[in-house]
């Protein structure tokens, strides 16, 4: 889906596409100079990092293996409960593996602090992170980000995997999602 496509809807486009598949082929070449020779186990986020997984799987130009997780710290609201679900677990076993998370947005960091500690006290080698975004005025814990896209504004943020009611993940950059929308 193009901007065009919904331009009523978005307040201001923050990426283009080009501008994400240039960044995603930057990070693609510093995480094969920093796995050289090792074989990485890629876990995305579900459902939010289904587009930075996949385009990131394919510019990178080693040998990977992918599984996909699912986790939920929201309930049926809109503020984080601070409990951590898992909805759907790894289906690879982690001992012994060198591990990068790819995640879409870092908001407070919270969720995603569990998630590295639950997969490191699984027996993995090492858990990295690769997001391709964050926002830093929104971060509540500090996360180290090994490989990161872009730092965002905290506002509303649609597309590229990102979205609001299950709309706007098959746009194709990011946008700022107009608050009539949502409010």
Avoid at 46 to 68: N, P, S
Avoid at 134 to 150: I, N, S, T, W
Wanted: negative net charge; contains cysteine; proline residues 2%.
């Amino acid at each position: 889906m193009e901007f065009s496509d919904v331009e009523g809807d978005l307040n201001e486009i923050l990426l283009t596409q080009e501008q994400i598949h240039d960044k995603i082929d930057e990070l693609a070449r510093e995480i094969e100079r920093d796995y050289a020779g090792e074989r990485i186990l890629l876990v995305g986020v579900l459902r939010g990092a289904v587009m930075v997984m996949a385009d990131l799987a394919r510019a990178l130009k080693v040998d990977i293996e992918m599984d996909w997780m699912a986790v939920s710290s929201y309930g049926t609201g809109t503020q984080s409960s601070g409990v951590v679900r898992i909805l759907k677990d790894l289906d690879s076993d982690l001992t012994g593996r060198r591990v990068l998370i790819v995640e879409d947005i870092i908001d407070s960091g919270l969720t995603l602090s569990w998630l590295r500690g639950n997969l490191a006290s699984r027996g993995a080698a090492s858990v990295d992170i690769c997001a391709l975004l964050r926002k830093p005025e929104a971060v509540k814990v500090d996360v180290e980000v090994k490989y990161l896209g872009f730092d965002i504004p905290n506002k509303f943020v649609v597309g590229y995997g990102l979205d609001y009611a299950e709309r706007y993940r098959n746009l194709r950059g990011v946008a700022v999602l107009a608050p009539h929308v949502y409010e």
